[in-house]
């Protein structure tokens, strides 16, 4: 069974149970269309009549016998009355929302729900958005349409390549899987635009499921909720945390059939705490190229609405998005930002930070569609303890300051992809010389000795590289208490990220200490 065949029937049982009026959200007004016409024809023994109301249009009668020219909200709700004391029917209004700001707009549908709800008559609102005003809450049944599934997505590829004479589809799940997320219309559009642009670079159109993922992601990215990473990104370009890279290999072929078959589950998600620059934004990215799913980052700041439930309704709306991709990576970065104010949210915000975390925090718990949740934080400290437990995640790691050796693979990696070569003895002196130092302050080591090289008119040295070493004070010297008390709580309650034991807090805090002198040293 689709999506489309259980809203329909959840719609059917809505309309049949008595609820007077529902709200459907939807973006695909033709699918609700179609899904409440569906309905109606089933219900033959009503006799129901099916309407139809836009500002543009009036209110017409499906079959076109009849067309009503009331452009205006409040009149076409009048006639809606007055229709519905002639003979019963189901009266479909699109995109009332932004008429709602009007008191005798909202009173009269409180008026037709009351009426209604004696007769047979039925009301069904459909608007891309949840907004119905405290007045209208307790009486409007609320139906959120999922967007399509890939046997759905898959039937609207098929009827396009039926429709053109194409033939068998090469790479059809492939093709298929790069649509999930994008709503019927757009996946239609992604199709015939990937057969455009293939016949004009190759001279024979096909289905090309990168140029569906590249549309799929300008899709995503429009609605500012989510944002859809390009895959260019490996675990190569990630230096170190050997034991977190090989958590991830194992879990490489998680979401195939033949894991569920072997009677594993999906894999839920992980946690990574450390410091800041520490790479674990970056080890995010280069999952989804390593597993070859899409990766979405969900942007906390972006959530939040003016109208009351407008919140909640847009992380639905994200976390739909993000199922109705699946399999796919959905990415949080520094969780904790987005927790600001949660504590105190009932005092400053109505508790809106409160239950938008609280709907995510429930779906994490409870989802089913292969959705693997990776976050990171910095500041462990500002976490809920409900974010931590197992449940959750499957999997809390520590992402501790790189040891030597990943220092030296990390200033090799940054060096190399800027066409430049470093031997291992000078990797390995500059590498003694940065204790204390992140990847994002080394590879700005890197980038500050080209700049030095640059202005000088010549290549890069070591020198130029021991002297931005020399020149920089690492984050975790200036914040050297926050990134000992993150260690020491990190001990015993995460998973290191790295397999060579760390050192102690008071050694590695002598060592950020001696950091400028070790520098000048090797200067000197």
Not at 202 to 215: L, P, S
């Amino acid at each position: 069974m689709t999506r489309s065949d259980k809203l329909k029937e959840t719609l059917a049982d809505y309309l049949r149970a008595g609820y007077p009026a529902v709200w459907v959200v939807c973006a695909e007004e033709d699918r609700v269309e179609a899904t409440v016409r569906a309905v109606v024809e089933d219900w033959r023994e009503r006799n129901l009549t099916l309407w139809q109301w836009t500002c543009t249009d009036g209110l017409v009668q499906v079959d076109g016998t009849t067309v009503i020219s009331m452009m205006d909200p409040y009149g076409a709700l009048c006639a809606i009355d007055s229709e519905a004391e002639k003979a019963s029917g189901v009266f479909v209004v699109k995109d009332l929302h932004p008429f709602l700001q009007s008191p005798n707009v909202v009173r009269k549908v409180k008026d037709l729900c009351v009426r209604f709800k004696a007769g047979a008559s039925r009301i069904v609102f459909t608007s891309p958005v949840s907004a119905l005003p405290a007045e209208l809450d307790k009486l409007v049944a609320t139906i959120e349409f999922s967007l399509p599934d890939a046997g759905e997505v898959d039937a609207t590829l098929g009827k396009l390549a039926e429709s053109l004479h194409l033939g068998e589809i090469p790479d059809r799940e492939r093709v298929v899987e790069a649509a999930l997320g994008l709503t019927e219309r757009e996946a239609e559009d992604a199709f015939a635009l990937s057969l455009v642009q293939t016949k004009r670079v190759g001279g024979t159109a096909r289905f090309d499921a990168r140029v569906i993922a590249a549309q799929k992601a300008a899709a995503v990215n429009k609605g500012g909720m989510l944002e859809v990473y390009d895959p260019t990104y490996t675990l190569d370009d990630v230096g170190g945390l050997n034991e977190l890279k090989g958590w991830f290999q194992v879990r490489a072929k998680a979401f195939s059939s033949e894991a569920r078959e072997f009677g594993l589950p999906s894999p839920r998600g992980c946690l990574l705490l450390g410091v800041s620059g520490s790479g674990k934004s970056l080890c995010a990215k280069a999952l989804g190229t390593l597993w070859n799913k899409p990766v979405l980052r969900l942007d906390m700041g972006k959530m939040f609405g003016s109208l009351v439930g407008q919140s909640e309704a847009t992380m639905r709306r994200a976390l739909d998005i993000a199922e109705s991709t699946s399999p796919c990576i959905l990415f949080m970065d520094e969780v904790e930002k987005g927790l600001s104010g949660s504590k105190s949210s009932g005092q400053t915000d109505g508790g809106t930070t409160s239950r938008v975390m609280g709907t995510f925090l429930t779906w994490m718990q409870d989802h089913t569609a292969p959705v693997f949740v990776i976050g990171t934080c910095n500041d462990v400290q500002s976490l809920p303890p409900e974010w931590l437990r197992k449940g959750r995640f499957d999997e809390v790691f520590f992402v501790d300051l790189p040891t030597e050796q990943e220092r030296m693979d990390i200033l090799r990696i940054h060096v190399t992809k800027r066409s430049r070569k470093q031997s291992d003895k000078d990797l390995k002196m500059l590498a003694g010389m940065t204790p204390g130092f992140s990847g994002a302050e080394l590879e700005e080591v890197v980038i500050s000795g080209l700049y030095t090289a640059f202005d000088a008119n010549r290549d890069l040295t070591t020198k130029d590289l021991q002297a931005a070493i020399a020149s920089t004070i690492p984050l975790s010297r200036t914040m050297e208490t926050q990134v000992n008390a993150l260690r020491e709580w990190a001990h015993g309650r995460a998973r290191p990220a790295t397999k060579q034991e760390p050192h102690s807090a008071k050694g590695r805090a002598v060592d950020l200490r001696a950091t400028s002198l070790v520098a000048n040293a090797y200067l000197n």
